[in-house]
Nanobody, 118 residues
Framework: QVHVVESGGGTVRPGDSLILSCEVS????????MLWTRQAPGRERQWVIG????????YYKESVKGRFSVSRDGAKNMVYLQMNNLTPADTAVYYC???????????WGQGTQVTVSS
């Protein structure tokens, strides 16, 4: 059974760092392109960053280059999103999931809220 759960969100100040975790069961994160997307209130979901099977980061938003990075731990079957120098524009619900899977499928989690505020 496929299950994806994000965690690690919270409220931080501008300039702070945060690490989001994505726990996966039912498929291997080592053999999938895993993505992080986000959705701010009143806005459409945005593709942010991903990681290929080979471990390379895929950047979908110019604004996160140099600040965000994705890694994974195949032994734990987990994916991580490291976010540095956060800004209020990064405030959103962050979702982890498998590339190609429908957003309303079990291959995407329920999201974790990140709020950046002074």
């Amino acid at each position: 059974q496929v299950h994806v759960v994000e965690s690690g969100g919270g409220t931080v100040r501008p300039g702070d760092s945060l690490i989001l975790s994505c726990e996966v069961s039912g498929f291997s994160v080592d053999t999938a392109i895993m993505l992080w997307t986000r959705q701010a209130p009143g806005r459409e979901r945005q593709w942010v960053i991903g990681i290929t099977e080979g471990g390379s980061n895929l950047y979908y938003k110019e604004s996160v280059k140099g600040r965000f990075s994705v890694s994974r731990d195949g032994a734990k079957n987990m994916v991580y999103l490291q976010m540095n120098n956060l800004t209020p524009a990064d405030t959103a619900v962050y979702y982890c999931g498998k590339q190609g899977a429908a957003l309303n499928s079990d291959y995407w989690g329920q999201g974790t809220q990140v709020t950046v505020s002074s």
